[in-house]
C-alpha cells in the first residue's frame, strides 16, 4: 500500500519538479482544455468499451491503492475450525448466528449455502461459480485502468493536433505562436504521462491484487468443502495450512532450472 502511494506521489513530484528545474512557471503545466479533451475523451472511450457499470467497478478497485482488500487466510482457517465444531455439537444450522459477524461477501454466500444444507456434490460447483464470478469483477478493474492507458496517449496527441490548428488559425498573431504551441503539447504531456505514470502501473497493481484474490479464495473453497463435509476443526487446520504453505513455496521451475547446471558440472568433471 505504501509503495502504491509514494510512487503515485512520486510521478507528480517528478513531472512538476522537472518542469521547475528549467525555470518554467508552474502553470505551464495546467490546461483546462487539456484535461476535457484527454480525460474526457479517455472516459467517453471506456465507456463505449465497458459501459458504465465496469468503469464505475474499475474507479471503485482504484481505493485498493490506498486500502487492499485484505483476506486473512489465517484467520479464515480459525474461523473454518471454530464453525467445524459448533457444526458437529449443534448442527450446521446453528452456524446461521455466525452469517452476522462475516462481512467478506463470498465467505457469507458460501456460508449460507451450508446453513442450507446444501448436498456436498453440489457444493463445489456452486463455489466454483461464485468465485469465478468474483475473480471476473476484481479482473475488470484492472481491464479498465489498462485500457486507459492505451486511449489516453492517442488522444492526448489528438489534443495536441487540435491545439495546433488554433494556432495556426492566429498566424496574424506572432506573439502568441509560443504561448499557444507549449499549450497545445500539454495534452500530450497529459496523456503519455497519465498512461505511464498512473493508468499502466495501476491496471498492473489491481490485476495482481485481483490474481492473489483469485488463489486465496481457492483456499476457501477447499475450507468450506471440508465443512460441509463435517471434518473436525484439527483436521481443518491441518489440510487448510498445508495448501496456504504449498502456495507461499517457491515454484518448482526454480528448483529445476538448477538441475541441468548440476549435470552440466558433473559431465564437465
Not at 509560443?178 to 505511464?196: D, Q
Request: a negative charge.
Amino acid at each position: 500500500m505504501i509503495g502504491g502511494i509514494v510512487g503515485l506521489v512520486g510521478a507528480f513530484a517528478v513531472i512538476i519538479l522537472g518542469s521547475m528545474a528549467d525555470g518554467d512557471p508552474l502553470s505551464s503545466l495546467f490546461s483546462v482544455t487539456a484535461s476535457i479533451i484527454v480525460f474526457g475523451g479517455t472516459a467517453a472511450a471506456l465507456v463505449t468499451q465497458f459501459g458504465f457499470a465496469h468503469l464505475f467497478g474499475g474507479l471503485k478497485r482504484a481505493s485498493w491503492l490506498f486500502k487492499p482488500p485484505n483476506l486473512d487466510l489465517h484467520a479464515f482457517i480459525d474461523q473454518v475450525a471454530e464453525w467445524s465444531t459448533i457444526g458437529r455439537s449443534q448442527g450446521t444450522l446453528a452456524l446461521e448466528a455466525s452469517l452476522e459477524e462475516v462481512t467478506d461477501p463470498f465467505q457469507k454466500k458460501a456460508l449460507q449455502l451450508i446453513v442450507d444444507n446444501t448436498p456436498v456434490e453440489d457444493l463445489h460447483p456452486i463455489l466454483a461459480n461464485l468465485a469465478a464470478e468474483a475473480g471476473r469483477e476484481d479482473l475488470v478493474g484492472g481491464e479498465v485502468w489498462e485500457a486507459a492507458g492505451g486511449y489516453s496517449p492517442t488522444i492526448g496527441v489528438m489534443g495536441a493536433v487540435l491545439g495546433l490548428i488554433h494556432v495556426m488559425m492566429r498566424l496574424d498573431h506572432p506573439e502568441e505562436l509560443g504561448a499557444g504551441i507549449a499549450t497545445a503539447f500539454v495534452a500530450t504531456i497529459y496523456g503519455v504521462g497519465a498512461a505511464n505514470l498512473i493508468f499502466l502501473p495501476l491496471g498492473t497493481r489491481l490485476a495482481g491484487m485481483a490474481e492473489a484474490l483469485e488463489r486465496e479464495r481457492a483456499v476457501m473453497i477447499q475450507g468450506f468443502m471440508l465443512l460441509a463435509e463435517g471434518k473436525s476443526g484439527i483436521m481443518i487446520k491441518q489440510i487448510l495450512n498445508s495448501l496456504v504453505a504449498e502456495k507461499k513455496a517457491p515454484p518448482p521451475a526454480a528448483e529445476a532450472a538448477d538441475e541441468p547446471l548440476g549435470e552440466t558440472a558433473e559431465q564437465a568433471a
